[in-house]
């Protein structure tokens, strides 16, 4: 058997490798290893990355690499049967700003080169060509063994054992966790094709009709997408790939603006399904990623809910097996991320349903579904809903034992459980920096709000002191800890535009801890220091055999 490693990653793409990262860079040892020699090809792979993942990676350090692989997309078009459009854009709205605004449209190949390119100097070696065969875990970890394409057998000891290996997960079986759902009944086919349409570049195609429904993903190039047709009928039995002719065909019947097809890159046809785990944890296995939950591409959310699974867990479960964190911790991770996948499954499904559903139902409501989603487009309340499930920036883990609300919820501003806004600062040069620049890093970060200064008056003294002798008293190797509204150098940040106490809902002297996944776990405000140590103390306690459950 070879040297115990704290975590064994199954699984190499977007959701492991961001998981074993994530894990490395907080101090475990780790070893990713996945069953294929090489990654699939990308014609049927995800192509969408949220504003929410792009939040994640910059907390990486990876944002610019995977945004010099795009392209950004600006708008959704639904395409009415007049062959008219009407759009959604991605951005405008103040409570779903961010730094990196819009969809980015990028190769999955792409988005796994941009992961994988920090795990060397991380100490991590993505192993390819190599299978789990089998596992058995007990209180202290898990024994696995390994199988590689030569044949070749190792046993590997592992404290923990992650599971992103895809539908058909080797790890979901191991753990015998059911993975309930079903298949659509459907035709899907798809075309990665360059094509010339009187459509722009760049933006997001939905065409329901009677026939089916079509929509249109740019890809980077020149008058390329990927286009999706769904057929509410049988798949054939053969499942072999459409000719180029009957994917034409079909297209002219879905899509009502003249197009020529000038190239097929890949044609192929496939099935969709919607499934959830009935549980994300055995002991000393989780699941992520598509072995947790798979369902219909509506709103390109696959790829990006696997990473953000990633990054939910890595953070904890480096915390608890340090022992710098209770062993209840990585109970959160299902009950945080469980009801966000089937969530997320009900809704694409009951889409999916609406869209692409059979029989003369199915037919009259993609007939009038275009003319009243074109006149919902409008509306700006419902731009926000449809936004904010598109874009990921509105998941929230209100109920989680991890969010910890001390005094009235805020009127307007987020609360304990919702993601943390990014907002404008200066440093004590008087230099701008973004809250999130701050905010990287591998621990927890707690936000020390001063109060907002009446206008044209200077900041409150006494609550700036106030803040500096908190931070001295709670600040340590888990928590950082920063001063908004106190100018000057070390960790105090001036707000003068108050932009960071708006964005936080913060009047006066108020404590915010925000998560290293970026989520907000402990608010108080007004600030109470007996229950915000409180709060910390019940987080951050060290137990003796914390990791053990």
């Known amino acids: 058997m070879t040297e115990a490693i704290d975590a064994l990653v199954v699984g190499a793409g977007p959701t492991g490798l961001t998981m074993a990262g994530e894990l490395a860079r907080r101090g475990l040892t780790v070893r990713i290893i996945d069953r294929a020699s090489a990654p699939p090809p990308d014609h049927s792979r995800a192509l969408g990355v949220q504003p929410r993942t792009m939040e994640l990676l910059g907390s990486m350090g990876l944002a610019d690499a995977a945004m010099a692989h795009g392209r950004r997309v600006e708008g959704i078009n639904l395409l009415l049967a007049s062959g008219r459009r009407a759009r959604l854009p991605i951005r405008g709205f103040p409570e779903l700003a961010t730094p990196v605004p819009g969809l980015f449209v990028i190769q999955q190949s792409d988005t796994e080169d941009v992961l994988s390119s920090r795990l060397p100097g991380l100490g991590v070696t993505l192993e390819r060509g190599v299978e789990l065969a089998s596992y058995a875990q007990d209180g202290d970890g898990v024994t696995c063994t390994l199988r590689r394409a030569d044949g070749g057998v190792e046993e590997v000891r592992s404290r923990w054992l992650l599971g992103c290996d895809g539908a058909r997960s080797a790890v979901r079986r191991g753990a015998d966790i059911a993975f309930e759902g079903d298949t659509y009944d459907d035709d899907c086919m798809l075309g990665d094709l360059v094509v010339d349409w009187p459509l722009p570049d760049g933006e997001i195609y939905i065409s329901p009709s009677r026939r089916g429904l079509a929509a249109a993903f740019p890809v ?148 009038v579904a275009p003319r009243l989603a074109s006149r919902a487009f409008g509306v700006p309340a419902v731009q926000r809903r449809i936004l904010g499930f598109v874009t990921q920036l509105k998941i929230r883990y209100r109920k989680s034992p991890l969010s910890v609300q001390i005094g009235a919820p805020p009127a307007r501003g987020p609360r304990a459980g919702d993601r943390a806004p990014d907002a404008v600062l200066r440093d004590g040069a008087g230099e701008q920096v973004h809250l999130f620049e701050l905010l990287r890093g591998v621990g927890s970060t707690l936000l020390l709000f001063t109060g907002r200064p009446p206008a044209g008056g200077s900041p409150d003294g006494a609550a700036r002191e106030r803040a500096r002798r908190l931070a001295a008293q709670l600040g340590g190797p888990d928590v950082k800890v920063l001063i908004l509204g106190a100018p000057g150098g070390g960790d105090g940040y001036a707000d003068p535009d108050g932009h960071a106490h708006a964005a936080y809902g913060v009047e006066g002297a108020a404590a915010v801890l925000v998560r290293p996944d970026g989520y907000i776990g402990v608010r108080s405000d007004p600030l109470d220091e007996r229950e915000l140590g409180r709060a910390l103390d019940r987080i951050f306690t060290r137990e003796a055999g914390a990791a053990q459950r």
């Open 220 to 367: 980077p190039g020149d008058h390329r997408f990927r286009v999706v047709l769904i057929r509410p009928e049988a798949s054939p039995a053969h499942g072999e790939p459409p000719s180029l002719a009957e994917f034409e065909g079909l297209m002219r019947e879905m899509i009502p603006v003249p197009f020529t097809v000038k190239k097929a890159i890949v044609l192929s046809r496939y099935r969709l399904h919607h499934r959830v785990a009935a549980r994300l944890r055995n002991g000393r296995v989780f699941l992520a990623g598509d072995a947790a939950h798979i369902h219909s591409p509506a709103g390109a959310q696959g790829m990006n809910t696997g990473i953000q699974d990633a990054c939910n867990l890595a953070w904890k479960l480096a915390a608890v097996e340090q022992g710098r964190m209770p062993a209840w911790v990585l109970d959160t991770y299902e009950a945080e991320r469980l009801p966000v996948a089937r969530r997320l499954v009900g809704f694409t499904d009951r889409l999916f349903g609406m869209m692409a559903g059979h029989g003369p139902v199915g037919r009259a409501l993609r007939a």
